[in-house]
Nanobody, 125 residues
Framework: QVQLVESGGGLVQAGGSLRLSCAAS????????MAWFRRAPGKEREFVAT????????YYADSVKDRFTISRDNAKNTVYLQMNRLKPEDTAVYYC??????????????????WGQGIQVTVSS
């Protein structure tokens, strides 16, 4: 059974930093893309960042480009999201997701078949 468990969320002031982690188990980690999505209050879930199976390719939403960095450690079955210069509009529940097809990268929810339970990130102004 695949499990994705996020950690590292919390409350931070605007301009601060947080690092989210997502530990995966139950399926081969190193062959599948990983991604972060988020859902802000009253909004649809949206794409944040994705990383290819090897870590060689990354893609970001325009709203987080140059502030957030996605990375992965295939030896630890873990994907990370380093969030810098946080803004109040980054407040959301953040979800990690695992790609459904080996060696394929996507920026769409349909490209991911397993999801974590989500973790709250709150940025105060």
């Amino acid at each position: 059974q695949v499990q994705l468990v996020e950690s590292g969320g919390g409350l931070v002031q605007a301009g601060g930093s947080l690092r989210l982690s997502c530990a995966a188990s139950g399926r081969t980690f190193s062959t599948n893309a990983m991604a972060w999505f988020r859902r802000a209050p009253g909004k649809e879930r949206e794409f944040v960042a994705t990383i290819s199976w090897s870590g060689g390719s990354t893609y970001y939403a325009d709203s987080v480009k140059d502030r957030f960095t996605i990375s992965r450690d295939n030896a630890k079955n873990t994907v990370y999201l380093q969030m810098n210069r946080l803004k109040p509009e980054d407040t959301a529940v953040y979800y990690c997701a695992q790609g459904g097809t080996a060696y394929r990268t996507s920026v769409y929810e349909s490209g991911f078949d397993y999801w974590g339970q989500g973790i709250q990130v709150t940025v105060s102004s």
